[in-house]
């Protein structure tokens, strides 16, 4: 079964409920960026700051991310992590002059073509919602899953 590499904006919506959330959902396996592990809390807490989530709903929501992020003593992690390697910090340096990204943004591109890298080009795509990081990630020669809006958000705190 072919993996699909989710950036943070993806990996929300596993957990908040957005436009593009039943996609996400149904996506067999996800590989993340070591960077989600930061990422998506912080894009559940800033739910939480412009009053999208009570602070209730939004620990237990970090709670559920953390228990698919390492995984439980009943059930293992849901996603594959890419550690930030000092390679994909690199290339995540170059990517940045050449598409204009953010700084994660370019580390989770940077980490989704290593992975397309590593998997000879048969890698199951990838999945963000964020617009730069779509038409980068398009330049980059990766296959774009899931159509999003005309710019459904990153995930910065």
Known sequence: M????ADSSAVVKLYA???GADAVRS??????SQLARVEVPAALWRKHRVGE???????????????DYFGTEEEPARFLVIAA???ILDRAARMVAVHGLRAYDAVQLASACAVSTAA????GGF?????ALRAAAAAEGLD????????????GP
């Open 85 to 87: 390697t000092v390679q």
């Open 120 to 123: 000879a080009g048969e890698s």
């Open 53 to 67: 989530l009570s602070a209730t709903d939004t620990g237990l929501l970090v709670a559920a991310f953390e228990a």
């Open 17 to 19: 409920d957005e436009s």
């Open 144 to 155: 774009l899953l899931i159509e999003s809006g005309p710019d459904d958000g990153g995930t």
């Open 27 to 32: 996506l067999p396996v996800l590989v993340v």
């Open 2 to 5: 072919r993996a699909a590499f």
């Open 127 to 131: 999945v963000a919602f964020d617009k």
